[in-house]
C-alpha cells in the first residue's frame, strides 16, 4: 500500500518533471515557434498602435481574435480577408458607433493615424500561421 | 474557534458575498444584451459587464481564499495569527484596489486581456497586497506549534498563485506572446495551483467533518495534488493550439488535457471515500453538502465538460464559441464558488456561535443554486453547440448565428433567475450568523465538540 512519504516523492517529483518539459517547450515557442507564427519581424510600429489599441479599448470584452474573447461580436482573425480593409475603416469610422442588426458596437473617437494602426493589426492579424483556425466551413465544400 | 484572530476571516467572506451579488447583476447585463435587450450599453457597455463580470469573480473567489486561509492556518498551526492589524490592513487594501479597479473598468481604465483586465499599475498594488497576505500566512505557519501536510499544500498554493501573477505584469506587443503568458496565469492558475489550495481546503474540510484519520486524508491528498500537476502542467498547451504556438502543441496540449479529468476524478473519489469512511456524525449538514458537491460538480464542469472540446479535432471548432462559456461556468461553480461556499458554511457556525448548519433556508440555497448552474450550463451548451454548427460548419455569418441562438438566452436568464435565489438564500444565512464573537472560543471546538451540541 502506497504511504504518506511515496505518496510525497510521486507528487513533488511528478511536479518539477513536468514542469521542466513544460518550461522547455515554452523557450523554444516564444523564441522560434511564435515569432515564426506570426511573422514577428513584420510587425510595423502601426501593427503596434493597432494591437495597443485593442488592448487599451478592450475589444476582446466582445469579439475575439485567434478565438480569445468573449463571444458577443465577431472573430476577427481573419477579418482583413473577409471583410477588407475598407469595410473595417467604415466600421471604425462608423459617426454614430456601428450597429450591426440592432447590436451596439462602442462609439470610438479614433484618429486617422489610429483606425490605419488597426488595419494594420488586422493585416498582420490575418497572416498567422494558427494551426488551421479559424477552420473553412465544410457544408457545400 | 481556537483563536480569536481566525475572526478575521469573517471580513473576507462577506466580502466575498457582496462580490458575488455584483458578479451575477453583470451576469444578467450580459445575458439581456445577447437577448437582444443591451439598455444599458450607453451606460455599461458589453466589454465593460464582461471585464466586471470575470474580475468580480476572480476577486471574490480570491477573497474567499484568504478568508480561508485566515481562517485555517491558525487552526492547524495551533497558534494566533501572526498579526490582526496587519491582517486588517491587508484586507481593507484589498477590497480598495477591488473596488478601484471595477470603478476603472467603467471608464476605460483597463487592459483587454480576459480575466487579466486589471491594468498594470493597480496589478503593482495587488501583487503587494499579496505579499503582505503571504508574510501574515507564512509567519503564522512559521511561528506556530504544529505544522501539517494540509496547512503547507494550502500555503503552497497561494504562494505560487502569487508567483504565476508576475508574467500576466509584463507587457509584450507581440499579442500571441502576451496570449502565451495570459495562460501561464490564467490556466495555470485554475487548472494548476488553484487546486492545491482546493486540495488543502477540501482536505482540512473533511479532516473535521469526515472525523477520518489525518494521516489517510494527507496522503491521498499529495496523490490528487500529484495528478493535478502531471496533467496540468502540460495540459496548458490546450489554449496553444491556434494561438500563434507551434504544432506540436496540439499533440502535448491533446495528450495532457485528455487526462485532467483523472485529477478531478481523484478529488471526487477521495471526498467521497473518506466520506464513506467516516462516522457520518458531524452535524453541521450544510458545510457536508457543500464539499462533497465541490467535489463532485468540479470533476462534471472542470473535468467532463472540459475533456467534451479540449481534443485538438473538436476544439478547432468550438474554440472561441459559447461552448467554452458552458464549460467556464461549471467549472468555476464546482470548483471554486461551492468551495468557497463549502468554507464559509463550516466556519460560520464556528465563529458566531450559531449553530445554523442544516435549516431549510441552506438547503434551499445548495439545490436551487446547483439547479439553477446546471440549468444555466445546459443553456450555454445548446447555444454554443448551435452556434458551432451553424457558424464554423453551414458557415453563417456571426450576427445571423447570434439572432437564431438568442432564445436560448432566455433559458438562461430563467436558469440565472433561480440560481441568483439560491445564492440569495446562502446570503440571507450569512446575515443570520451574524458577526464573530469572542464568545464562540473554544479550546476543542471542531468535531467532538459540534457532536456534543
Request: aromatic residues 16%; proline residues 0%.
Given at each position: 500500500m502506497l504511504s504518506k512519504q511515496q505518496a510525497k516523492v510521486f507528487f513533488l517529483g511528478g511536479t518539477l518533471l513536468f514542469l521542466a518539459i513544460f518550461v522547455g517547450m515554452s523557450i523554444h515557442s516564444l523564441v522560434v515557434g511564435i515569432p515564426e507564427n506570426t511573422n514577428d519581424?513584420?510587425?510595423?510600429e502601426e501593427v503596434i498602435l493597432g494591437k495597443q489599441l485593442w488592448d487599451e479599448n478592450n475589444c476582446m470584452g466582445c469579439h475575439t481574435l485567434m478565438g480569445e474573447g468573449?463571444?458577443?461580436?465577431p472573430e476577427l482573425t481573419r477579418v482583413y480577408e473577409r471583410k477588407g480593409a475598407d469595410y473595417i475603416r467604415t466600421v471604425l469610422n462608423a459617426p454614430n458607433g456601428w450597429a450591426p442588426r440592432g447590436r451596439n458596437m462602442v462609439k470610438y473617437d479614433l484618429t486617422p493615424e489610429e483606425v490605419e494602426g488597426l488595419v494594420a493589426f488586422f493585416e498582420w492579424m490575418n497572416r498567422a500561421d494558427l494551426n488551421g483556425f479559424p477552420p473553412e466551413p465544410s457544408v457545400g465544400n | 474557534m481556537k483563536f480569536k484572530s481566525q475572526k478575521i476571516a469573517y471580513h473576507f467572506f462577506a466580502l466575498s458575498m457582496l462580490l458575488l451579488i455584483l458578479q451575477i447583476a453583470y451576469g444578467f447585463i450580459m445575458g439581456f444584451a445577447h437577448m437582444g435587450y443591451d439598455g444599458l450599453h450607453e451606460l455599461i457597455s458589453f466589454n465593460t459587464a464582461s471585464a466586471t463580470h470575470k474580475n468580480l469573480l476572480v476577486v471574490w473567489i480570491l477573497s474567499g481564499f484568504m478568508g480561508a486561509a485566515y481562517y485555517i492556518i491558525p487552526d492547524e498551526s495551533d497558534?494566533?495569527?501572526?498579526?490582526v492589524p496587519l491582517a486588517k490592513l491587508q484586507f481593507w487594501s484589498f477590497a480598495i484596489v477591488g473596488v478601484i479597479a471595477v470603478a476603472g473598468f467603467h471608464v476605460g481604465w483597463w487592459e483587454g486581456r480576459k480575466f487579466l483586465e486589471i491594468p498594470r499599475p493597480l496589478d503593482f498594488l495587488v501583487a503587494g497586497n499579496v505579499v503582505l497576505f503571504l508574510v501574515i500566512i507564512l509567519m503564522t505557519l512559521l511561528k506556530g506549534k504544529k505544522s501539517s501536510t494540509t496547512a503547507w499544500v494550502l500555503t503552497m498554493g497561494l504562494v505560487f498563485a502569487a508567483l504565476l501573477y508576475l508574467p500576466g505584469m509584463v507587457y509584450f506587443d507581440n499579442i500571441a506572446v502576451d496570449s502565451f503568458f495570459r495562460w501561464y496565469v490564467v490556466h495555470l492558475w485554475v487548472e494548476g495551483v488553484w487546486e492545491l489550495i482546493m486540495g488543502g481546503i477540501l482536505a482540512y474540510l473533511l479532516i473535521k467533518i469526515t472525523g477520518v484519520d489525518r494521516e489517510v486524508i494527507e496522503k491521498w491528498l499529495y496523490v490528487v495534488v500529484g495528478l493535478t500537476f502531471l496533467s496540468g502542467i502540460l495540459g496548458t498547451g490546450h489554449h496553444y493550439y491556434y494561438t500563434g504556438g507551434p504544432s506540436y502543441w496540439l499533440m502535448i496540449g491533446g495528450i495532457f488535457s485528455a487526462l485532467e479529468p483523472l485529477a478531478f476524478l481523484g478529488m471526487t473519489i477521495f471526498a467521497v471515500q473518506m466520506y464513506r469512511k467516516g462516522n457520518k456524525k458531524h452535524p453541521n449538514k450544510l458545510a457536508l453538502y457543500w464539499t462533497l458537491s465541490t467535489a463532485i460538480v468540479s470533476f462534471l464542469g472542470a473535468g467532463l465538460l472540459g475533456l467534451a472540446h479540449t481534443l485538438p479535432g473538436v476544439n478547432l471548432y468550438t474554440h472561441g464559441t459559447l461552448v467554452t462559456a458552458m464549460h467556464g461556468h461549471l467549472a468555476f461553480w464546482g470548483a471554486y464558488a461551492s468551495l468557497v461556499l463549502a468554507i464559509i458554511s463550516y466556519s460560520m457556525p464556528l465563529m458566531t456561535g450559531r449553530n445554523i448548519f442544516d435549516n431549510r433556508t441552506g438547503h434551499l440555497a445548495f439545490w436551487c443554486s446547483n439547479i439553477g448552474m446546471f440549468g444555466m450550463t445546459g443553456a450555454f451548451a445548446a447555444a454554443g453547440v448551435a452556434q458551432v454548427y451553424l457558424e464554423r460548419i453551414a458557415g453563417y455569418d456571426f450576427m445571423t448565428v447570434a439572432k437564431e441562438i438568442q432564445p436560448h438566452f432566455f433559458v438562461l436568464i430563467l436558469a440565472a433567475t433561480l440560481f441568483t435565489v439560491g445564492i440569495i438564500y446562502f446570503i440571507v444565512n450569512f446575515l443570520r450568523f451574524g458577526r464573530p464573537t469572542d464568545?464562540?472560543?473554544?479550546?476543542?471546538?471542531d468535531f467532538e465538540a459540534l457532536k456534543a451540541d
Open positions: 519581424s513584420d510587425m510595423t468573449a463571444y458577443y461580436a | 497558534n494566533e495569527l501572526f498579526s464568545e464562540a472560543l473554544k479550546s476543542d471546538e
